[in-house]
């Protein structure tokens, strides 16, 4: 545990730069050799918008990486948060911490973002997309990237997370990102089995679906028991039968266009269309 504490708590740049590039270059290769859908567009044109949003995501989180380190250095060094209320192995705090902060920062924002009107405006932009591929998961709005870091933070100072936590639950949230919105196709009974535990991809495309109420189910980041606790889980039996994107933002010159992209969250809102419903839903 202590070469874990150490690697994580000083984690080397190439490092992480290896599994947010080394996961799209993984995961696009496969997506050719073993898709999901079979997708009729400029895949390098799609991967180009939705890099563009990848890169703003790592200028802001770098730009705020300040305030998240010194959030844990504080909580750290006054031993304030849950973490502490007993005294825990490093592996125990490691679990704990790491089940947490995909609860608080995660989660619970992913959901919040579904119900706060001006919160979802933000979060549409990667609903938007018609095309769910490696290249999605990082496919958000500047504006929702600066309140999904203030509620890492918020989740850093509940949990008393130290840095070397915080980098490991991080590394593995971007991997996750990748392998939940990879356009792949997993077995269905490995999808399944592994969906008791762990977000998995053919669980996540359900979340991508145009409309409600699949839209607002499977919020899940890395462990997928959140949503089985909380009711907010939902299958599908048939996933071909899925549809990307949001209902009210079909036209390609709204979802496919990265001025109007930037632009969405200060636009009027829109109401979903009537909430549509279907037997190939079986909640659990």
Known sequence: ????????????????????????????????????????????????????????????????????????????????????????????????????????????????????????????????????????????????????????????????????????YQSMSVLFAHITHANINMPKSVDRALSWVFITPLMHKVHHHYQQPLTDTNYGNIFSFWDRIFGTFAQVEDTTALKYGVDTHMDPKENDEMGNLLKIPFQPYRTPEDVVTTDRISSI
């Open 1 to 168: 545990m202590e070469s874990i504490v150490n690697f994580f708590g000083d984690i080397p740049t190439p490092f992480r730069a290896g599994i947010l590039i080394g996961g799209i270059v993984l995961f696009w290769v496969l997506e050719g050799t073993l898709p999901l859908f079979q997708f009729q567009y400029k895949k390098v044109r799609h991967a180009g918008i939705n890099l563009f949003f990848t890169l703003t995501t790592m200028i802001i989180g770098f730009s705020l990486a300040a305030a998240l380190l010194a959030a844990s250095n504080y909580v750290s060094d006054k031993q304030f948060g849950l973490l502490y209320l007993v005294d825990l192995p490093l592996w125990a705090q490691l679990v704990v911490g790491v089940l947490l902060l995909d609860l608080i920062g995660a989660y619970f924002v992913h959901w919040t973002e579904h119900k706060v009107k001006w919160m979802w405006k933000f979060h549409l932009v990667h609903h938007t997309d018609t095309t769910v591929d490696v290249t999605t998961g990082l496919r958000h709005h500047p504006g929702e990237t600066v309140f999904r870091i203030g509620f890492t933070i918020l989740a850093v100072i509940i949990v008393g997370a130290p840095m070397w936590i915080i980098m490991f």
